[in-house]
């Protein structure tokens, strides 16, 4: 996504307010937005937490302030000034984390950002954005612009299957229909899912939803997805975060304060920040247990298991 990420910041810096901040990253990739921007594309160095101040600053002088990093770089490395300069002053700057959840793999834990949406959305103002393909970086990157707080884009790679058209961005898409139980995933993650999810006959196919836009008192649920859950009774929730602060979580304290307790959570997640090997994104999503064949598993055992109820 980081090629779009460009494209889209270029189109969007027409305006003459915009400042790109960058804590030493973006080589071989945004260029393109430097050449665009002049002055205006700030190299901060590696000083995330001066970074996040000197953001503070700009965006007090009502500039449209943009900072870009490695993800755990980035929100880790920088929260108390984004909490104390940035949150608590209700300042617009668009946080930009390339290379969420498990997204930098075989770095190991240092470099995996399996918590992050999760600790920046308890502070005040925050939006979170995580794109699910690479074509909907244009709309996200309106939409962090619009939002009057602080927001979080967590940056990944888009992984639609072959031969299948990427739907328009929407904060909710559903992403594949049949008269199964309904998926939530949050991000990139979703994609992996969809080919997985069609290979099922229709009687039994899951309603997968794929969600951007967190949390979920800024982008409420849809109706149909609420209806899909009440017939169903249940409903299964994936998504590259540690369960901690996760979209999960949020989503079973909507259900306890609906009292919607006839509906059953299935929650897949980040397990842990590493395991007894280092290995590509794709290979500790299988250690999690976030991969298509493991969600495809959780579905077939719950059905099986109501079916004996």
Known sequence: ???????????????????????????????????TLG???????????????????????????????????????????IRNDIAFHNLSVKIVGNG?????GVMG??????????????????????????????????????????????????EPPQNWDVPAYAPWRQLTEGNGPPVISVGPLAGTYVAACNSISIDR???LWAISELPLSLNPMPELLVEQMK??????????????????????LYLMKAKSVMIRMNHLHALSHRFSRYGSQ????QQS????????????????ARGTA
């Open 109 to 158: 834990s240092t470099h995996h950002a399996i918590e992050d949406y999760g600790i920046l959305l308890t502070l005040p103002n925050m939006k979170a954005f995580v794109p699910v393909f690479d074509q909907d970086i244009g709309e996200v990157i309106s939409g962090a612009a619009a939002h009057p707080g602080v927001s979080y884009l967590r940056l990944g790679r888009g």
């Open 39 to 81: 002055s205006r594309f700030i190299n901060a160095g590696i000083a995330e937490q001066n970074m996040m101040s000197v953001a503070a600053g700009l965006a007090k002088q009502n500039l449209d302030v943009w900072t870009y990093s490695i993800a755990p770089f980035i929100y880790a490395r920088g929260f108390e000034q």
């Open 289 to 304: 247990r976030l991969d298509p064949a493991s969600l495809m598993d959780m579905i077939e055992t719950s059905h099986q």
């Open 205 to 207: 196919r899951p309603n």
């Open 231 to 252: 017939v169903s009774g249940q409903v299964f929730v994936a998504e590259e975060h540690v369960q901690q602060g996760s979209f999960g979580a949020d989503l079973a």
């Open 282 to 285: 794709t290979y500790m999503r």
């Open 1 to 35: 996504m980081r090629t779009q990420f460009c494209d889209a910041l270029i189109a969007h810096s027409q305006n003459p307010d915009v400042v790109f901040l960058t804590g030493d990253l973006g080589f071989m990739a945004l260029e393109p937005l430097r050449e």
């Open 100 to 104: 969420g959840g498990y997204g930098y």
